[in-house]
């Protein structure tokens, strides 16, 4: 397994020529320390742990490994199928240019009043939000912003050398770049 900063594997998954809508993942607070975990997977892709922690208000850091090389019967289960109470995400290129932006904001108008005008489902708006933003990568999701959901906690135990190494990694990174007291 080799460790790698956070941003590269989010590269690796946004350059994956994988189905967009077959990503899942399930996140929360770390078991110790100060941060949050985030697994995500395709059953053809892979599976991926990322450790991040918002360094300030405007820069996260954080390390992760691809953990397994596809999602089999045994980690299915471990990944919500559908988006219940934990709801979506998805992951985002940004922009080539100004007039690339101007035409996705022209279709998610006409995307939006399409839904607006007629019965929907707030799954597919979601799904076709991301259709035309050309999201690399969405589906569902279980987070807890304030706490660890059992998944979290599932995943953690069937990867735990991955989360024994990726914990020290993300400490060690803390610890370079965390000013402690006054000085």
Same mark, same amino acid.
Do not use: C
């Given at each position: ?18 189905? *967009? ?5 399930? #996140?929360?607070?770390? !078991?110790?320390? &100060?941060?949050? $975990? %985030?697994?995500?997977?395709? @059953? ?12 300030? *208000? ?5 390390? #992760?490994?691809?953990? !397994?090389?596809? &999602?089999?019967? $045994? %980690?299915?289960?471990?990944? @919500? ?12 290129? *940004? ?9 996705? !904001? ?78």
């Amino acid at each position: 397994m080799r460790v790698r900063d956070w941003q590269d594997i989010l590269e690796d998954v946004v350059e994956s020529d994988a189905d *967009p809508g077959g990503w899942r993942a399930a #996140g929360g607070d770390r !078991a110790s320390g &100060i941060g949050e $975990d %985030l697994y995500f997977g395709h @059953p053809a892709v892979g599976v991926f742990h990322l450790k991040t922690y918002a360094k300030n *208000p405007f820069e996260v850091q954080g390390v #992760g490994a691809e953990v !397994a090389r596809k &999602i089999d019967d $045994d %980690l299915d289960p471990l990944f @919500p199928e559908e988006p219940g109470d934990g709801g979506m995400f998805g992951v985002q290129q *940004p922009m080539e240019d100004e007039s690339a932006a101007e035409d996705a !904001a022209t279709e998610l108008e006409e995307v939006v009043q399409a839904h607006a005008d007629a019965p929907t489902t707030p799954d597919a708006l979601f799904e076709d939000v991301m259709d035309t933003l050309d999201s690399p990568a969405y589906g569902p999701m279980e987070y807890d912003q304030y706490g660890r959901p059992d998944r979290v906690e599932d995943l953690a135990d069937t990867f735990e050398e991955a989360e024994q190494l990726l914990d020290s990694e993300l400490d060690d990174l803390i610890d370079e770049n965390v000013d402690r007291g006054f000085q």
